[in-house]
């Protein structure tokens, strides 16, 4: 980074055996904020399981083996959606297909993939007209941010190829919005995205020290009302854990992070009411007759499990 700069950057530090260390500095009227990121070098790339994702091959299969579509992972910066998609990647490689990324940057690298990272000469829009010409059979666009990429990812999409992508959206029902709002058409979105998936990072619960203890009653009832909600039943009967602390969590209570996901498989009821210009309460409401379930019930199926506590649910997503 450019120490005199008073503008906005974006840099990386390297100088960690273990951890590179991402920076973004935005000039401000007091001088500059920093954020600094903190990432694993060569944390090597997890099963799309072990993140978090429901156990279950068959809808794994469903939502991202597809031909001809375009599959996009929303989340807000930070709650895992690259580590998501490596895992994805991961999950369908395989000798014989060829995979090809644009990231910006790379942050892992992976053995048998073509791997392109985009600099201040190259965009995401121009590197994907050049990937296409290559015809690879899977192709991972790190960021729809423009019209333009999206353009680009929906024509490859159409055209043979299966893209995997991620935008910020807060839920996988948005990603319908945000897409009509970068200016695709329903038609476009209709016909190409086979699903969006959601996600969150929670803290998981120090299995050194988490306290065993009963749901209190107001739990009970939060859960309770979610699960009527969504015609989930869950059961309270079982224990729930408080973080405590202690040498093996530097005293925190939590130790390592796992997503919570949701789910949205295109449906052909659903392809009609996007094609029909339906709001997103109305697409959320078909969707929630088929497969998909919100953010909050994959978050309290991991409150009933005991590996995260309500309180932890409750600051990503606001439940109480
Ligand atoms: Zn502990």
Known sequence: MHQEKQESQDGRILIYPDYNIRVSSQKNIYGEKFVLRLLKKNAGIKRIFELG???????????????????IIAAPTGEGKT???YS??????????????IEDPVEIRIPGLNQIEIDAKTSFSGSLRTVLRQDPDIILVGEIRDLETAEIAMQSGQTGHYVLSTIHTIDAIEVITRLR???ISNYDIASTVASAVSQRLVRKLCPHCKKERNFT??????????GKKYG?????????????????????????????FEILSIEDEIKQLIVDDASSIEIRNEALKHSYKPLVIDGIGKVINGTTNLAEINKKLLIY
């Open 181 to 183: 709002k970068l200016g």
């Open 232 to 260: 989930v039943d869950f059961d309270t009967s079982g224990k729930t854990y408080d973080a405590i602390g202690c040498k093996e969590c530097n005293q925190i209570g939590y130790y390592d992070r796992i997503g919570i």
């Open 83 to 85: 580590t998501t998609l």
């Open 217 to 226: 009653d107001e739990e009970k009832k939060v859960i309770e009302t979610i």
């Open 53 to 71: 994702f429901p156990e279950d091959e068959t809808l794994v299969n469903k939502c991202f083996n597809k031909r001809n579509s375009i599959s």
């Open 88 to 101: 994805i990647i991961d999950f369908l490689n395989s000798p014989n297909i060829n995979i090809t990324t």
